[in-house]
Nanobody, 125 residues
């Protein structure tokens, strides 16, 4: 079955950390780029990071650069998003998705097709 399944969200205090996981199955993943997206209530979807699985290059939105890190684990076909120094502004539903246009992974503008169901991240004291 072709799918992406996220896990790892939750409630964390400001300044804390969380690691999200995105388990992929059913497709040859080196053909694709995978992005992490988030959507806060009343706001548009924002792509925060992208990893090109063919060469492992990674890209980040300015809003998370230096705080978030995207990585991959080939054995389990899993993409991770390590999130550090979290602030209330990071509160959102996070989801991973397969990028439609690999060439636009770098500019975080490749659009998404297959996506996971999302996981809630809440940063609050």
């Amino acid at each position: 079955q072709v799918q992406l399944v996220e896990s790892g969200g939750g409630l964390v205090q400001p300044g804390g950390s969380l690691r999200l996981s995105c388990a992929a199955s059913g497709f040859i993943w080196n053909y694709y780029s995978i992005g992490w997206f988030r959507q806060a209530p009343g706001k548009e979807v924002e792509e925060v990071s992208c990893i090109r699985l063919s060469d492992k290059t990674t890209y980040y939105a300015d809003s998370v650069k230096g705080r978030f890190q995207i990585s991959r684990e080939d054995a389990n076909m899993t993409i991770y998003l390590q999130m550090n120094s979290l602030t209330p502004e990071d509160t959102a539903v996070y989801f991973c998705a397969r990028i439609i246009d690999n060439e636009r992974c770098q500019t975080l503008s490749g659009g998404f097709g297959l996506r996971g169901q999302g996981t809630q991240v809440t940063v609050s004291s």
